[in-house]
Nanobody, 123 residues
Framework: VQLQASGGGTVQAGGSLRLSCAASGRTFSRDNTGWFRQAPGKEREFVAVMSWIGGTTYYADSVKGRFTISRDNFKNTVYLQMNSVKPEDTAVYYC?????????????????WGQGTQVTVSS
């Protein structure tokens, strides 16, 4: 099972970026899929998650209203649309999949992880 995250880069504050996470060796259609991020010197933190049942979404308060998680089951890919980005959004972003159990905001409860993609927001 491999998750490949891409789409990171440098963007100015107020701009937009779309991250992608493609899975191989596994289908996302029955996974709860999430995005986490980790800034230098900080712990990995929850950003967004989508349940496989009904596509219900949950967001961290810090990104609510600016970020959107979505999934294309035919392409076996999860996305994170980031709008109105801020310098504090600068981090390495990781996608993750959880096959068993319900939706979770805890990184330790996820089974599969992508390699991370760097997002840098300049002021």
């Amino acid at each position: 099972v491999q998750l490949q995250a891409s789409g990171g880069g440098t963007v100015q504050a107020g701009g937009s970026l779309r991250l992608s996470c493609a899975a191989s060796g596994r289908t996302f259609s029955r996974d709860n899929t999430g995005w986490f991020r980790q800034a230098p010197g900080k712990e990995r933190e929850f950003v967004a998650v989508m349940s496989w049942i009904g596509g219900t979404t949950y967001y961290a308060d810090s990104v609510k209203g600016r970020f959107t998680i979505s999934r294309d089951n035919f392409k076996n890919t999860v996305y994170l649309q980031m709008n109105s980005v801020k310098p504090e959004d600068t981090a390495v972003y990781y996608c993750a999949a959880r096959g068993q159990g319900g939706v979770s905001t805890r990184a330790r409860e996820y089974d599969y992880w992508g390699q991370g993609t760097q997002v840098t927001v300049s002021s």
